[in-house]
C-alpha cells in the first residue's frame, strides 16, 4: 500500500482512499454512493446544499467538504439519514416553485431523482410560493430561477472553468437569489451556450433554449436507472 | 475630490488602496457618500477594484446596513427583541409612526426620515433603544419620540449626511443619548481602576512560548460559549506555518441579550488591546483586527483615540514598549448588522470584504483563516482575561471558579428583574444564586446564553453556570410569570429567519418553516401531529447545517417545547388535522375581490 493510500470504513466497508480526496470522492471511486446535489465532479465543492451530510466518527459533516482520512467511521446509508435527506429535498421543493410534470427537465433532474430515490412522495411542509424572476434575455440560454436551488454550481463553474463571472448571489437568507453580472439581465453578459455554466444545473434553473425536447421524457437519464446507479455500478464491477 | 469638497468614490477607493479585501470599508464610505448604493456605484467599485458587478453586489446585498435604494437622510432604527417588546418598544415605535406620519419599515415623502425594526444593538439592560445615524438612545418612552423627531430636522435638513460613523459628540443633542454603565458588579476581573499595559509588559518579560504556557495553565477558555481553551488555540495558530500570523478580535456581539463586549470596549478598552497585542506577541503576529458590529459603531471615535495614545506611547508599532523586534499594531473592521458574523469562520469572510458566510472546516482558522493565514480569533472578554492574567498570573486565575471553569463570567442580565445589567460572577454559581443577586423572585423562565442557548425552567434553576454544566456566552433573559413563553419562542424563531446567511439550504429553509410552524402553535392551531413534525424538522436543521447558527437556530423552540411541554399542549387544537392555512384566511382576498359577503364561516 503506497504510503498516501489508506483505508477508511463506510457502512461496515472497508474501502481505500488517498490523500488529498474528499470522503465523497472516495466513496465514488470505491463506487459507494453519498447521495449529494450541489456536488458536481468537475467543479470545487462549495457545500451548500448538506444533502451528503454522514455521520463521521460520530459528527454530522458534509462529505463533499470533508478530507477522507486514516481510519475514519462513516455513516451513510442510514434510515435516521435517510430521513433527514428526504426532508431536506422536500425543503428544496417547497422553497421554489417545482412544477415536475410540465418541467422541461423531468427525468433529468437531480433534485426530482433524488426524490424518488429518498422515498419522497409528496412534501409534507408547506410551500412558500416564491416570486422569482425570468431571464429571457439571452438567445440562447433561458433563466428560470423559480427551479434555483442555490446550490452555487454555475456560479463556480463560470468563474473557474469559463473564466468570465456571470453569475453571483444576492441577498441573504430565504431572499437569497441567483444574480446576473449586468443590469439588463443575461443577454448583456458575455454568457455562451457552449459555456460550462450552461452545463452544470442540476435543475432547470439554467436551460438551453430550442434543445429541451431532443431527448423525449421517458429516454431520460433517471427515467432509466435512478440517480447515482452509475456510481455504484462500480462497485459491482469490482465484485463481479 | 469633487466640486462639493466630499470625496469621489475614485477618492476613497484610493484611499483603501484599491484593495478588494477592504470592501467593507469602501462601501460603507461610499455609503456615507451618496446616501446609498445604487448601480453606478456598484459598477464605479467593480471597476476600481477590477472586480465584477456580481461580486460587488453579492457582498453589499448580504449586510442590513447597506442599502441599494435611496432611504431617509435620518436612519431611526428601534431594537426588536423579545426584551426591548417587554419594556414597550412597540409603543414607542407606534409613536415613531405618529410623529413621523410613516409606518415601520418606510420612507417620509421629503426623504427625510426612514424608520425601522433591527436585532438586538447590545442594550437589553436599557430598553427599549434604538440607533439613529449610528448614534445610539437607550431607555427610551413613546413621549422621547417626538423630541427625537423635533431634535433631527432641526439639527439641518440640508448639506451632507450625518457622518458615519458617528462622532461621539454627535449623540449628545439628542434626547435619551446618555447610556449608562451596564456593570453593576465587578469582581476580579474588572475590579479597580485597569492599568495601561501592566498585562502587556508582563508579557513582554517573558518569551512567547512563556505566554502561552501560562495562559494554558490559567485554563482560560473561550467566553463566547464555546469554551475551547485559549492557550491551545495560541499554541495551534503559532506552530501553523504561514507568511503571516494574525490575532482577531471578535466584537461582533450580536446574540440577543448580550451587552458585556460594549462594555469592555467603552469602558476597559486598554485590557482588550492588551490581550490583542499579548496574542500578537505570543503567536508570532504583526498585525491584529477587531472586528467592531456595525451597531456599535458609535465606539469607533473612542477606539481609534486611544489606539492612538497607544501608538504615541510605544505600545503599538514598532518595538513595542522597548522590545526590539515585536511589531504590532491594531486595525479595527467595522461591520454592516450581520448576526452571522460572530461566527468565527463568517467574520473572516466579512473581514476580507465578503459576505459573511461560513466556511467549512476543517481548514480551521488556526491554520488557515483571515487572508489564507493562521489566525486565532477570540472573544472580547477572553482577551480580557488574558490581559489580567499576565498581569497577575495564571495561579490567582485557576483559583477562581471550578476545576474545569476558572475565573470569573460576565453576566449580561437583563428582562424582568430589579438590577439588570452586567455580573461578573465565579463560574460554578447556580442559575438562582444568579437570580436572588438580580433581583428576580418569581421567574417563570430564563432564556440561557440568548436564542442559541437554551430556555431553562424553575426546576433546572438549580443548575451549575460554568463549562461543565450550563454554558453560556453570558446573555441572560428574565422573563416573568406574566409572560407568554410561547410568543418568545417564536420571536426568537423569528429572529434566525432575519439572520440565517442563506448559504446553506438546511438553516435558510429550516428556519422559515420552523418559524411558521411556530406560529400555527401561537395561534392555537397546531395538532400533536404538527408538533411531533415540528421537533423533527428541528433535528434535521440542528443535523444537517452547516455552522452554528443553523445547528442553534432550532433551540428557541426545542428547548421551551422540553422545558414547558404543558404550555404546548394547552395551545393545541383538538382535531386530528388542522390545515397551515386556514380556509377562512385563504378565501379572503377572492371574497373582497367578489364584493360579496362571506357565507358559511368564510372569511
Known sequence: MAADVFSLVIDGIEIEASEGQSVLEACDAAGIYIPRLCHHPDLAASGTCRICTCKINGRSVAACVTPAARGMVIENDTPLLTADRRALIEMLFVEGNHPCPYCVASGDCELQALGYRLGMVAPTQPYQWPARKIDATHPDVYLDRDRCILCSRCIEASRMEDGKTVFGFEGRGIAMRLNIDAAGGLGETQMAAIDKAASVCP??????????????????????APIGSDIEAKRAGHKS | MSRDGAPSLEDIIHAYGADRTRLMDIVIAVQQRLGHIDDAAIEAIASGLAMHRVEVEDMVSFYAFFDREP??????RLSKTPVSVMKGAREVARAFEEALGIRIGETTADGLFTLQWTSDIGLADQEPAALVNGMVLADLTPADAPLIVAALRQAGAAGALPPYPPHSSEAAGLPKSLIRSSLVQSGPLLAGPPVRA??????????????????????????????????????LTRKSPGVEHYIACNADEGEPGTFKDRLLLSEFPDLVFDGMTIAGYALGGRQGLLYLRGEYAYLWDDLQRV??????QGLLGADICG????????????????????????????????????RDRPPFPTERGYLGQPTAIDNVETLVCATRIMEKGSAWFAGIGTKESTGTKLMCVSGDCERPGV??????????DLLDLVGAPDARYVQFSGPSGQSIAPKDFGRRIAYEDLSTGGSTMIFGPQRDVLETALQFADFFVDETCGWCAPCRIGTVLLKQGMEKVVAGRATLADLAETEALADTVIRLSRCGLGQTAPNPILTTMRSFPELYEARLAAAPFEPLVALDDALREAVQIQGRAPVNGEA
Open chain 1, 203 to 224: 435543475v432547470a434553473c439554467i436551460v438551453l433554449k430550442r434543445d429541451s425536447y431532443r431527448v423525449p421524457n421517458g429516454e431520460r437519464r433517471f427515467d432509466k
Open chain 2, 71 to 76: 432611504r431617509g437622510r435620518n436612519r431611526i
Open chain 2, 198 to 235: 501592566a498585562g502587556l509588559r508582563a508579557a513582554l518579560a517573558m518569551t512567547p512560548e512563556a505566554v502561552i504556557e501560562e495562559i494554558t495553565t490559567s485554563k482560560l477558555r473561550g467566553r463566547g460559549g464555546a469554551g475551547f481553551p485559549t492557550g491551545m488555540k495560541w499554541r
Open chain 2, 307 to 312: 489606539l492612538k495614545d497607544r501608538r504615541d
Open chain 2, 323 to 358: 522590545k526590539v523586534g515585536f511589531d504590532f499594531d491594531i486595525r479595527i473592521q467595522l461591520g454592516a448588522g450581520a448576526y452571522i458574523c460572530g461566527e468565527e469562520s463568517s467574520l473572516l469572510e466579512s473581514l476580507e470584504g465578503k459576505r459573511g458566510s461560513p
Open chain 2, 423 to 432: 455580573y461578573e460572577t465565579p463560574f460554578g454559581i447556580t442559575v438562582n
